[in-house]
């Protein structure tokens, strides 16, 4: 790893995911259940049609679930990585770059944002 990948990559374990203010969630067993208002212009006319929000379900397994209640704005990436490997018996490569994934694709669908450690 050079000294830039490294200094990028400590940088991303620092970061702390947080959910988006549009997701409401609830955990179910061991699942958790995510729900996002559709804000694209299908939920926009099925708002109008019916007067009244349209929201997408996501369903999460265990270890997304568990996961997803570490984006608390007060974990940082390396927080979560660790408890992955606590809980799950991962090694700490697995266990970043399957969160890395996770994360990626959160972010990619608006489910979460960055807090950076200085905003609280």
Known sequence: MSMEQGKAFQQFSQRRPRWSEHVEWQQRDEKVIVRVRRSDWFGMLLRWLT????????????????????????????????????????????????????????????????????EE
């Open 51 to 118: 007067s009244r929000p349209v929201y997408r379900q996501i369903e999460l397994d265990e270890i997304g679930g568990f996961v997803w209640s570490l984006c608390d704005g007060l974990h940082s990436v390396s927080d979560i990585a660790q408890e992955l490997q606590r809980r799950y018996q991962l090694s700490r490569r697995e266990a970043l770059s399957s969160l890395a994934e996770f994360l990626s694709q959160l972010q990619k669908r608006g489910l979460i944002h960055w807090q950076e450690a200085s």
